[in-house]
């Protein structure tokens, strides 16, 4: 079974405002952390936010707010007033385990594209 | 601030050659990870090492080897090179006492096989 699943190949968002981009997870460990990252068409991965299974409050990191659900196994990223600058793939990863060295295991991917 | 440092950039190699990739680690930083990602795909995981020792494996071939020395930088030793190798490689780095070990990525190398 797929451990995490990103269900939209693509979004697209009007300059300004919000979109949610969605991340479903899959795992029988009780400590795990959630993470999200940008890769730009120029190829870096970039470290967004993260979410720990046993925080109790949603992660905010400026205009990203990730919406944890942990019956529903789910974490989606909430980007704010989108910018043009936001365009990009998005991927949701997990982190099983809480050892230095664990793996970060990807979805598939959100490509996201904001409009003018 | 300091990020992860990939060398080189890009590597051109044809089939059956070898190749070194090397990667140097956020300063402080005691734990790295190396990561595949092929055209229109996920990053997959291959190794990392903490303090030096093999910390976890994913599905790297046998002819690839890797390592972490004393100052923590680490290198992807990949032989007999097969056009399926062409991919993005990315080391990533994170450091143990932070709760998250959120995986901070370098640039990446990205390597072509011909």
Redesign the interface.
């Known amino acids: 079974a797929q451990k995490i699943t990103q269900t939209q190949p693509g979004m697209f968002v009007q300059e300004k405002e919000a979109v949610t981009l969605d991340c479903t997870y899959d795992t029988s460990d009780p400590s795990y952390g959630l993470f999200w990252y940008k890769q730009p068409s120029s190829g870096e991965m970039i470290f967004l936010i993260y979410q720990g299974s046993y925080d109790q409050q949603n992660a905010t990191e400026g205009r990203y707010s990730l919406n944890f659900q942990k019956a529903r196994k789910s974490a989606n990223l909430v980007i704010s007033a989108s910018q043009l600058g936001d365009s990009a793939m998005y991927f949701c990863a997990m982190r099983e385990g809480e050892t230095s060295g664990s793996r970060l295991t990807f979805g598939e991917g959100t490509q996201l594209t904001v409009n003018p | 601030a300091a990020g992860v440092i990939q060398s080189p950039r890009h590597l051109i190699k044809e089939k059956r050659e070898t190749a070194t990739l090397k990667c140097y680690p956020i300063p402080r930083h ?2 790295v ?1 190396w ?1 595949q990602q092929g055209p229109g ?5 291959l190794i ?3 303090e030096k020792m093999q ?2 494996k ?1 599905s790297i071939p046998d002819r690839f080897s890797a390592q972490q020395f004393s100052d923590y930088h680490s290198e992807l030793n990949m032989s007999s090179l097969e056009l399926g190798d062409s991919a ?1 490689y ?1 080391c ?1 780095s ?1 450091f ?1 006492r932070t ?7 370098g ?2 190398t ?1 390597l072509t096989v011909t």
């Open positions: 005691d734990t990870y990561y795909q996920d990053p997959q995981f990392s090492f903490y910390s976890d994913g993005l990315f990533a994170s143990f709760v998250s070990y959120e995986q901070y990525f640039p990446g990205r």
